[in-house]
């Protein structure tokens, strides 16, 4: 069964499009009066053409258009910081939208009244440990009260669909986060998130992250948990070792209940646990050669049980040339597998610069006990014209139970103006 094509209000898209290149078009106006001496306005732009096959099977030709910038006036307590993408795809495609479209993935000003206060109003990313969100709000950072830093955030959740963006004031997130500042190698901060779903509360969570460095050791640690469905929903327990300064060994333990906002119909539905025991170690022989290898004890739910074994080397035979490779067993819940994975990445001469790489695995269905095989190769490439100007290109093919070829690829140009 095909999903559903993305459908909007003509009148909604239509504007949403005309804020967009809005947006661009003024950007590019701006930034071409900027002198290149004062440096007070920094324009990155991508131009990308990707074509290949969906997942569905048909054929997509896409021309994007990536665009940030910062502007920040000399001696001025402000600046502002934006960056959005424009596409098309001119295909006729079943699942995303036709003609030309856009997306404003943050457009900010930040705003300094005090020395150790920061303001920041417009599109941005918000990332506490009690939750992350996109949202069209407000933050404020307020540093330096003894040892402790205070970050509270609050405004629209905004949310991604394929080809849409959907803020409403009801679909609410609220974010208070207090950090240790200036003691030591210590890391420590606690948090609350509160989200509403069309003004009815739907997560109320607690986040507490933790790290300590010494000169051999580390513990570290983050737990989630949320007050509504009175769960945690992350739990993640570590301690980093270091006996010499060529070997780190790694213990761990991580805890995840996939929760859903209690106004979701998926919140009535029974779910399992999932828990990972994971020991590790990285050891460097010399300089040219790294050894890793680890082992995971996956558990899901109450009895389900698997193992997975991993090992991988790092080689750095000549200075313009880094090759890595690993392979891993899995034996176990929901079938025996195994697969390797190898990179490479070389420099030719001092402009460009060539890679590429090799995916197989094995695996088998929990309801088809038949064994199948996936396979991924991909090349690459990147040129720099000038020190404010390249261009790249990569190439791939996967090959597995759904395809017998599903080729992509991207030529991409990126400026600094």
Known sequence: MRPEKFRDSSGKRTLHRRRVWGFLVATLFVSSFAHAADKTFDVNTSTQFLWGDDMMGQGQSVVAEYLRFNYKPQGDTIDVTGYGRAWRDYTDSEIRAAGPLGRIYYLYMDYSPLENTSLRFGRQFVNFTAGSAILDGIRLDVSGLG???????????VQFSLD???????????GLNFRLE??????LG???VQRYDDWDVSRQDFGLNFRRSWAYFSPYGEIQYDRVSADFSEALVGLDVFPTSDLMLKGEFYHSYPLFDSTSIYSVFAVDSYREYLVQADYSISVPLGLMASYTRQIYGDSQEANVYTAGVNLHPVERLNLKASVNRRTGYAGHDWGFETTGDCKVGERLSLSAGAQYDTYERPDDFSENYATRFWVGGRWGLRNDLSVSARLEDDVNENFTNLPVGRITVDWAL
């Open 147 to 157: 040892p402790i830093g205070v970050t509270f955030a609050e405004g629209a959740d």
């Open 164 to 174: 849409g963006t959907q803020s409403r004031l009801g679909n609410h997130f609220i």
């Open 182 to 187: 200036n003691i030591r190698a210590t890391q």
């Open 190 to 192: 606690v948090s609350y």
